[in-house]
């Protein structure tokens, strides 16, 4: 009696595919919890990636707008520790470099309060300094006008002050509306404008602004800077860094500091990489319990299922194509819960960046990289599982438990 031999059987890639979501819609409450840990991983690194890139194109189209050519100069201790002041003709003598776009100088009037009421007590001033300052500030700083006008030569000599925005907040006035007054030191003055937020210039923001004459006047200023801010021409900006000092003081540069105020908020680009890939740690101990969550599901299945894998090897199946089954099937668990990550993750970026007023910003690359990395845990995770399921004897499997 003759016998036929079997032909070898075939399984094209989307019989496998279809086996994996038959195996996964056979336990659909267990196939959503267990995506749901994916689901998180996946979610929480794409949100903190998008999230700092929301932040960072937003800083750096904050400073394309402000420049990256505003400096400042200061007076800085001296060898022997000893406060120094910058020269008279500081201003002057920087306003001479081919490359200074504009230079304003600042003296800060010390010992001076700022209040709306003199029922209020001289100590409660809420923080606001008080600068003298020279008409050419506002455009220096490139900054802008919320309400009102700037000092000039003329309301310079007078009572006259500009509030900064977080100043002005302090003192409850919003507007111009009445003709605001505020008591500066023993003299009423009358706020005759406010201004936007000055990102690179938080000082300027809480302080109040009058003129040098009236500072003089009333308050005996020196007419030593405090602080000369300088705007270059954009190219030249390192050039005129590096001889500033010694312009300012030719007899001692090394008692004056240079800053530029863009490196602040660089700095603050940089520590929010440091924890944006501390976060991204936590997301990735996510989507690795995530994984071990899936690991544990496919095995469990594997015993479960252990009756269809005997028939399925009975009917011809190869171990290989067993272990390709169950890969697939952990492979689509995982990438189920991905996209969901990724979409979850894009919507809390996008909430997040509307609420803070950035534009909104995800790298494709994160976008992508979600999706490959679940697929890639799903895989690590089906393997065990799979080689298990393929080692099934039929005999075996069909045996009655």
């Known amino acids: 009696m003759s016998t036929l031999a079997l032909a070898p059987t075939r399984l094209r890639p989307g019989d496998i595919v279809g086996q994996g979501f038959v195996g996964l819609r056979s336990k659909r409450l267990r196939t959503l919890l267990t995506a749901v840990g994916i689901t998180i991983g996946i979610a929480a690194m794409v949100s903190v990636v998008g999230i700092s890139t929301s932040s960072r194109a937003d800083l750096l189209a904050e ?39 504009s230079a304003a100088a600042t003296r800060t009037v010390e010992g001076v309060t700022v209040r709306r009421s003199n029922y209020i007590p001289t100590d409660e001033s809420g923080g606001i300094a008080v600068l003298a300052t020279e008409p050419n500030l506002l455009d220096t700083l490139d900054a802008t006008l919320a309400h009102g006008t700037f000092l000039n030569a003329a309301t310079g000599s007078y009572p006259s002050v500009v509030l900064g925005s977080v100043a002005a907040e302090r003192l409850g006035i919003t507007d111009l509306d009445g003709d605001p007054l505020v ?91 440091a924890l944006t890939a501390l976060l991204l740690g936590l997301g990735a101990v996510a989507l690795l319990v995530g994984g071990v969550g899936i690991a544990n599901v496919m095995v469990i299945s594997v015993l479960e299922r252990r009756a269809e894998i005997g028939v399925r090897r009975a009917l011809g199946a190869t171990r290989r194509h067993i272990r390709l089954q169950f890969l697939v099937e952990s492979m689509l668990l995982a990438g189920l819960g991905g996209v ?24 494709q690359a994160a976008l992508l990289g979600g999706v490959a990395a679940s697929l890639a845990v799903g895989a690590l995770a089906g393997l065990y599982p799979a080689a298990r399921a393929s080692r099934l004897a039929p005999a075996e499997a069909v045996r009655a438990e």
């Not at 003129?211 to 270059?232: C, H, K, M, N, W």
């Open 183 to 273: 008591l500066v030191g023993g003299t009423w003055f009358k706020v005759i404008g406010i201004l936007d937020p000055a990102p690179l210039a938080p000082d300027i923001d809480r302080s109040a602004m009058v003129g040098y004459d009236v500072g003089q006047e009333l308050f005996g200023i020196d007419e030593a800077p405090s602080t000369v801010r300088v705007r270059t021409d954009p190219d030249e900006t390192e050039s005129v860094w590096s001889v500033l000092a010694e312009t300012t003081n030719p007899a001692s540069s090394s008692d004056v500091g240079v800053s530029r105020p863009s490196d602040a908020l660089e700095a603050k680009a940089q520590a929010d990489e």
């Open 63 to 101: 400073l394309d707008a402000l420049g990256t050519n505003l400096l400042e100069v200061q007076p800085q201790n001296n060898m022997f520790g000893d406060a120094t002041e910058l020269p008279v003709t500081a201003p002057d003598m920087i306003r001479r470099i081919p490359a200074v776009e």
């Open 340 to 363: 969901a990550g990724v979409a979850l993750g894009a919507g809390i970026t996008a909430l997040y960046a509307n609420s803070q007023g950035w534009m909104f910003s995800v790298p």
